[in-house]
Each structure stands twice: as C-alpha cells, then as structure tokens.
C-alpha cells in the first residue's frame, strides 16, 4: 500500500539548531557581556527580533552599531523586568555580577541582589508576560564537585557542595539557579546552560582572560601558576544556549565546554598567534596565593579599582584543574564543541582590530 504524501501543512519545518519559533521578541540581559554581545549577534543573523537591557551609566560598546531595541533597566527594578519581558516569546538571562575577589559586606549585597534577587525579579516577570521559554546563563562554579577529588569530571547531576571556603559569586550563582527552578514548579518553560571560561571576540570591557592576553601582549605577563580549568570558544557557548533554548528539557541544566587547558597551554595558544615565549617563572600554588592575598589585603584595600588577574578565588578555582564532562548537553541538545585554537585566534584578531592589542610582525 502506498503511503499518501504530507500536506505542506503538516510537513515538519527544519528550523535548524537555532531554535523554537519565537512568539514576538527575544529579550537579552547582560547583552553588553562578553556572552551577550556574541549572543545578540547570532541571534540577529537568524533574523530574531531582539531586546537587550542596557543599565544606565554602563560599558555597552559591544552593542553599538548593532539593529536592537535597547531598554533601560536594572535587574534589581522588578517593574524594570516586567516592561522589558513584556512581549517576548524568549529570554535569555545572562546578566549577572562577575566577581572572584573575596568582597566587602556592600560587594557582598550587590552580588545578592544583582544575581539572586534579580534571577528572582526575571523569573516573575517571564511568569507574569507568559513567555515560552527562559535560559539562565549558569556559572560553572555552580556545579558540584568531588570533595576527595576536585579535578575528577563533574556532570550536572553532581550537586553543590558547600562545605568549601567557595567565593560569594559561586554560591549566588547556585541560589539563581533556585529562583529558576521555583520559576519551573510554578509553571514556567525554562532551561539552564552552564557557562565554563569563555574565550573569543567581542570581548570589550575585556574579560579576565582577555586582559591576561593583553598583559602578555604587551610584555606585562611575569609568570603564571601550574593550575588550569575548562574552558568554551564563543562560538560554542552560543550555540550551546541556542541548542538549550530549542532542544533542553524543561527544567534541566546543561553544561557547556570546549577543553580543559592549562593556563600555560592556553598562553601556548596565544603565542601560536602573537609570537613571544612563555613566561619563565612557573609560580607554586602556595607562594602565587600567599602574594595574592597580601595584595588583596594591601594595595587594594587603598586602591579598590587596582587591577588584580590572579585574585586567591581565581588562584584556588585554577588550583582544583576542575574537568567537566559535557555527555548531557552533547546526547540531549547535540552539542558538538570545536577548538580552544579557533577561540584563542578569534580573540587575537578581535583585540587586534580593536586597537586593544598591536598585530605580529
């Protein structure tokens, strides 16, 4: 018997890994980040229709130029969410404070209100505007671990463990992931993508990693520690949140990464681009912390803005050579990382036609 053909009507449509069909806008926080101003713009290459939050008196270089409707507002503002998700069909939320220095009480409180508090502002508002789906950017330093063995793979399912002297911003990061979670039980379409250290262009403000590539551009890089972490391409992290907006279960996290690199293999890879050599001083993890924090406790006591790329919490999360294991996000969305190479190179140009950095010889 002959099967009869599929009206066009009823013949799937291949919307390709970048997503669902959006019901009206998609709506960005933090789009002037590094994720978000490389977000947006895959985002308006797949012809989306896209709302970033802009706060007031901010860096939001990485948005100029670009074709988006632009809305003032504070993630503290719970009025300010609700007019920004009001009529959208999609939200990615990727604003958060960034922070691996041990904070004063104030640095404390504005991490909880701007991560937590404001997580929690987001998920009511996408609640109360009836949105399809909500993506929370996640911090890899939400994600559990082996307590024997730190450096052992960790998945998803692992979960937070508290007993450690974790930084402010990693256990905000774990409580924003409960205000989405209580988003879900009340009826909310929402998905989690764990962010591991990204590396690529549109890095403006830059990065910590970006000013490390920086420094050692610029001859200002006296030596590093034998630590290392996982790290994402861009370009990977994109499509990572794109994957988890159109193809994640509700309610599920996943976690996205390209490769484990030591920090003297990823100061390989720059120099692949920029030429130079390796540093030679090779910092034991004991003598880099202990100078790290007697900086901390001195000049930037007296100098609060005082530049700083090894803080002690980003020396201890280096120390651990923390390894994830992507088999969630690869089976469920199909994720398919890339190359720590391509990254590092993409960031190379970037700064370099940026004026951020002078190009090789």
Partial sequence: MSSTPASPESTPVDLGPSRRPARGKTLITGGSGHLGANLIRALLDEGHEVRALVQAGTNNRGLEGLDIERIVGDLRDADAMREAAAGCGQVFHAGAKVSTRAPTLAQEREIWDINVLGTRNVVQACLEAGVDRLCLTGSFSGIGIDPVDPSRPVHEGMPFYPFMDWLPYARSKTLAEHEVL?????????????????????????????????????????????????????????????????????????????????????????????????????????????????YEHTVRRVVPDAPQRLTPGAIEILAMNRHADCTLAREELGYQPTSMREAVAETYAFFCSEGMIQKAA
């Fill in 182 to 294: 209580k988003g879900v039980a009340e009826g909310l379409d929402a998905v989690i993508a764990v962010s591991t250290g990204i590396i690529g262009p549109h890095d403006y403000l830059p990065s910590r990693t970006g000013s490390t590539f920086i420094d050692f551009a610029h001859g200002k890089l006296r030596g590093y520690i034998p630590g290392g972490s996982e790290f994402v391409r861009a370009a990977d992290l994109v499509e990572g949140h794109l994957l988890a907006m159109a193809r994640g279960k509700r309610g599920r996290r996943y976690l996205l990464s390209t490769q484990f690199l030591s920090l003297g293999e990823l100061i390989d890879l720059f120099i692949e681009c920029h030429g130079g050599r390796r540093p030679r001083l090779r910092m034991p993890v004991p003598v880099m912390r202990a100078v790290a924090t007697v």
